[in-house]
C-alpha cells in the first residue's frame, strides 16, 4: 500500500501543488476499495511512516464511503 500511494505522488509531484493533491486525493478515491482506502487512512493516523508528504495531505480530506 505505502509504494502504492507513493507511486501515485510521485506521478502527480509534477503539477502545482494544489493540482497534485488534488490529483492524489482523487485517484486514491476512484481506484482504490474502501476498504484499501480505510487502511491508508489509518495508517496516516498512525503517523504515516514511510508516506511521502503529498499523499499525507491529501489523506486528510480523504473520505471512505462503504457503498
Avoid at 501543488?17 to 482504490?32: D, L, N, P, S, T
Avoid at 482506502?37 to 508528504?53: C, I, K, N, S, T
Wanted: hydrophobic fraction near 40%; avoid cysteine.
Amino acid at each position: 500500500m505505502i509504494r502504492q500511494v507513493n507511486q501515485i505522488a510521485a506521478y502527480f509531484e509534477v503539477y502545482p501543488e494544489q493540482r497534485a493533491e488534488e490529483g492524489v486525493r482523487g485517484h486514491i478515491q476512484k481506484f482504490m476499495a474502501p476498504t484499501l482506502r480505510q487502511q491508508l487512512l489509518d495508517y496516516v493516523a498512525e503517523g504515516g511512516e514511510g508516506l511521502d508528504p503529498l499523499v499525507l495531505k491529501a489523506a486528510r480530506s480523504i473520505e471512505v464511503k462503504t457503498d
